[in-house]
Nanobody, 126 residues
Framework: VQLQASGGGLVQPGGSLILSCVAS????????IGWFRQAPRKGREGVSC????????YFVESVKGRFTVSRDNARNTVYLQLDNLKPEDTAVYYC???WGEGCPAPFYRDDFYNNWGQGTLVTVSS
């Protein structure tokens, strides 16, 4: 399966964006999907994960209450809605498949994911 993240852009602090992760080559409904980000000069950080049936969702503490994750398996797409954005959210955002239908424990371990897609850049600046 190949993943492609999109929807990034330049937004002012307090603004919103919706990122999409679209799959090709296979269906997503058998995979948990993770969202990660990498800010300039920093390592990759796990942001969120959603299980294949959407029953469980996980977020890193710094985005709780501001980011929402959802998926539409019929459209082979997972979404990450970013609200109340802050400058520290500036990063390239990536999606990846977990090894199974669930989210790994802990969900933010990037070595528990594969099929990394090309990222999309989110820049939060006034």
């Amino acid at each position: 399966v190949q993943l492609q993240a999109s929807g990034g852009g330049l937004v002012q602090p307090g603004g919103s964006l919706i990122l999409s992760c679209v799959a090709s080559g296979d269906t997503l409904d058998g995979y948990g999907i993770g969202w990660f980000r990498q800010a300039p000069r920093k390592g990759r950080e796990g942001v969120s994960c959603i299980t294949s049936n959407s029953r469980n969702k996980y977020f890193v503490e710094s985005v709780k209450g501001r980011f929402t994750v959802s998926r539409d398996n019929a459209r082979n797409t997972v979404y990450l809605q970013l609200d109340n954005l802050k400058p520290e959210d500036t990063a390239v955002y990536y999606c990846a498949t977990a090894w199974g239908e669930g989210c790994p424990a802990p969900f933010y371990r990037d070595d528990f994911y594969n099929n990394w897609g090309q990222g999309t850049l989110v820049t939060v600046s006034s």
